[in-house]
């Protein structure tokens, strides 16, 4: 069983910093394009960026452009997303998971989800 365990979260000031980290367990990882997603409350999960299995290439969702960073490291199996300039629609729960374009427009149709890293921006 595959095993995704985010951490890094907290509570910060709207401008603020935070470094999200996610450990892969269970199952074939530098294959695999890899993505974070977040949950606001009483919202939909969404996507936020993904990267590719060689660190090729990366994408975005527009709300995180030009203030995350999302990065991995195939040897330690973690993936991660530095987050600049915070403001408090960025508050939610984040989560990794695999990507694909697919995935990006239908997160919820993954079975197997961590249990997430709480962000929370004070404004």
């Known amino acids: 069983q595959v095993q995704l365990i985010e951490s890094g979260g907290g509570l910060v000031q709207a401008g603020g910093s935070l470094r999200l980290s996610c450990v892969v367990s269970?199952?074939?990882?530098?294959?695999?394009?890899m993505a974070w997603f977040r949950q606001a409350p009483g919202k939909e999960r969404e996507f936020v960026a993904a990267?590719?299995?060689?660190?090729?290439?990366?994408v975005y969702a527009d709300s995180a452009k030009g203030r995350f960073i999302i990065s991995r490291d195939n040897a330690e199996r973690t993936i991660d997303l530095q987050m600049n300039n915070l403001k408090p629609e960025d508050t939610g729960i984040y989560y990794c998971?695999?990507?694909?374009?697919?995935?990006?427009?239908?997160?919820?149709?993954?079975?197997?989800w961590g249990r997430g890293t709480q962000v929370t921006v004070a404004s």
């Open positions: 998971n695999v990507y694909s374009d697919y995935i990006r427009q239908r997160p919820s149709e993954l079975g197997n």
């Open positions: 990267i590719t299995w060689n660190e090729g290439s990366t």
């Open positions: 269970g199952r074939p990882f530098s294959s695999h394009a």
